[in-house]
């Protein structure tokens, strides 16, 4: 079974709209990070953001936010006013944080490709 | 400085052939991470190294083999190349638990004709 899903595959918005993409996870572990990581067209992985488990609240940095919610295992992360240079694929990833030195070990959704169209 | 580096880029080669991908960090961090991109954006974990100890392998076919000189450097040596194993690799640092990042090296485009 997939730990991280993100369902939509492409999204395509024209600049200035908001986009949310969804992340659900799945785990047993009672101690969990959370992580968006964007991969745009040059193909570096930039690390976003890293929430734990017992950190519900929202965050939000510039026009990016996240919305972490536990009872529905979800992790969702909005952009608002959408620019051309936010066109990337973006990842959701989970680290199962119950086995010590695999805290690293990251399990990765299949990715959302996002187009920003100006 | 690049925290993490790795070498080469890109890499064209024959199947068949052994290729090795270098990967460097100048972070101080004790685990090293290998990770493969498919062709359809997949990233999954390939092996970890703790201080120089394997302590992943994650179901990888024997042709490829990581080794550790020291704790700042993982290298991935690829046997007998085949078409399946054109991908991106991604070398990666941890920074342990206070932060939980983990750094990414730029990935090594692998094409296997």
């Known amino acids: 079974a997939q730990k991280v899903t993100q369902a939509q595959t492409e999204i395509s918005v024209v600049e200035k709209e908001d986009v949310t993409l969804d992340c659900v996870y799945e785990t047993r572990d009672t101690t969990y990070y959370l992580f968006w990581y964007k991969q745009p067209p040059s193909g570096e992985l930039v690390f976003l953001i890293r929430?734990?488990?017992?950190?519900?609240q929202n965050e939000i940095s510039g026009r990016y936010s996240w919305n972490f919610q536990k009872s529905t295992s979800s992790f969702n992360f909005t952009i608002t006013a959408s620019q051309v240079v936010d066109s990337a694929v973006y990842f959701c990833?989970?680290?199962?944080?119950?086995?010590?030195?695999?805290?690293?070990?990251?399990?990765f959704g299949r990715g959302t490709q996002l187009t920003v169209w100006p | 400085d690049t925290a993490v580096s790795q070498t080469p880029k890109y890499l064209v080669t024959q199947m068949g052939n052994d290729k090795s991908i270098k990967c460097e960090q100048n972070l101080g961090h004790d685990t090293m991470y290998w990770y493969k991109q498919d062709s359809k954006k997949f990233l999954k974990i390939m092996f970890s190294?703790?201080?120089?100890?394997?302590?992943i392998n994650e179901t990888v076919p024997n042709r490829f083999s990581p080794k550790s000189p020291d704790k700042a450097h993982l290298n991935l040596h690829i046997n007998s190349l085949e078409l399946g194993d054109s991908a991106v690799y991604f070398c990666?640092?941890?920074?342990?638990?206070?932060?939980?990042?983990?750094?990414f090296g730029e990935g090594s485009r692998l094409t296997v004709l």
């Open positions: 990833a989970l680290s199962e944080a119950n086995r010590g030195s695999t805290l690293g070990r990251l399990y």
């Open positions: 929430r734990n488990s017992f950190d519900e």
């Open positions: 990666a640092s941890y920074a342990g638990s206070s932060t939980g990042e983990l750094f």
């Open positions: 190294y703790n201080n120089k100890e394997l302590i």
